[in-house]
């Protein structure tokens, strides 16, 4: 093993001198971007080469030897030994190494000359996971640090596309599904409407959910933005949440904020248990032509639901008993 | 207090949806054998009886709604006068007469009422 970088994470996530997992995606995107920059760099040297030879790059294989404190400094070495042994390209992924530090520390409108703008783009993984308040800092204790911060990975991709990506929530309805293309309209409640791509496994389940806004669908992924921080298209997803009869669902989910006395001496507070009860029976199985109800607690530990219909329909759900009893004039 | 007197009654935020009372505000708590507690509306406003409830009593309401004693005696919910040390304006009506089901039926008649008349404090 060959000590070769020492990034260093600040934040309040690291404070315990460690790394979410998450996070550690960036130090792969930090390995990628060092090869390819190792390439062109050696490419540069030999123009009379169409590519580089055959397995160059093979041998670099950056390993995470140890977290250090102060806040997470993720010590990466070099693997040196055996079959992985570097070679003559050493020099090239130390060239490669100091280039990633110059062009995070310059102004985005004076890159090294030396960055080839076509690996900008590597900065969408580079420094991805981290959020707001947070940095990597490359070359932490010197003159002139590296510090990577959200703000500037994106100002970086952005010197040489039109778009960044990031990763993305969204919460909305199903609607327009393409079954051939693999596509459904994420309709958004004050967000415009957004193409997302659909795995063949969620067919059956955007059957069920298509157009209806009351089942909301929560979608964890990463979309690409402008430089104005408007979502241009979804870039992949990692998953797909969905809740029949939401705003049901969590009116049921608000009881349980009701403990034992919360109106007055002797009224009955909800468990889990209970509301489940319900909950299992009503949410997914509500009529969708039906108006939601009122969802009211009832001092002795009861549920009503009520209607604000003509006909003032109203159900007394004994949860005891789990009897409904259905009054209408 | 007479037919026209406004009898108000507070009502719990959990009892209110999209800002429109439920029965339950009108439905009477078991413990209070079949009275529900409102206060007379001539002699105290809408908006001093939930100051009153919320902040000198320290209970919770989102608004205040009611029915008119007419209202009250025609779903067989008589009011009386009930002052009390701390509410002097302090009235019940009377449910004990009916079993659950006609008190839900009976909260729903005044409920209605209520809407009809539309929420006295906060004013919309």
Known sequence: ?329 | MNSETELLRQAHPKFCKDGLVTSQAFYPFPKDEGLLSVDDGDKISPEESHKRFTETLGYQSESVWSVTAAEADVEQVPANADPLADNAEHCLLNFSAHNDKKCRKIAKKLKIFALDRGCRHPSV
């Open chain 1, 1 to 329: 093993m060959k000590h070769f970088v020492t990034p260093t994470f600040k934040g309040t996530r690291f404070d315990d001198h460690s790394i979410p997992l998450e996070v550690a995606k960036d130090l792969v995107a930090y390995e990628k971007l060092i090869i390819e920059l190792t390439k062109h760099l050696y490419l540069e040297d030999h123009p009379s080469r169409a590519r580089v030879p055959k397995g160059f790059g093979n041998e670099f294989q950056l390993h995470l030897e140890k977290v250090d404190p102060g806040s997470a400094k993720a010590v990466l070495s070099l693997m040196t030994a055996g079959s992985l042994a570097i070679g003559a390209t050493e020099t090239y992924f130390e060239k490669a190494k100091d280039l990633v530090n110059d062009c995070i520390a310059a102004q985005v409108d004076s890159l090294p000359a030396a960055f080839p703008r076509s690996l900008l783009k590597h900065f969408n993984y580079l420094g991805k996971s981290l959020e707001e308040g947070e940095e990597l800092i490359f070359n932490e204790g010197t003159a002139q640090p590296s510090v990577l911060t959200p703000a500037k990975r994106r100002d970086l991709v952005l010197s040489a596309s039109s778009e960044y990506i990031k990763d993305i929530q969204l919460k909305g309805y199903l609607d327009a599904p393409n079954y051939e293309k693999q596509v459904f309209t994420l309709r958004q409640e004050n967000e415009r409407d957004i193409e997302c791509p659909m795995s063949s496994d969620f067919e059956n389940e955007a059957r069920k959910l298509v157009g209806y806004p009351r089942h909301i669908v929560s979608i964890e992924g990463v979309g690409a933005y402008d430089s104005y921080e408007n979502l241009k298209h979804i870039v992949s997803i990692n998953s797909i949440d969905y809740q029949f009869n939401t705003e049901l669902s969590q009116m049921l989910d608000t009881l349980l904020e009701l403990e034992d006395g919360w109106y007055g001496d002797g009224s009955v507070g909800f468990t889990e248990d209970k509301i489940s009860q319900v909950a299992t029976k009503l949410v997914d199985t509500f009529p969708a032509k039906i108006e939601l109800p009122a969802v009211v607690p009832t001092p002795e530990g009861n549920i009503l639901l009520e209607w604000q219909a003509p006909s003032h329909l109203s159900i007394d759900i004994c949860l005891d008993s789990m009897v409904a009893e259905l009054h209408a004039f």
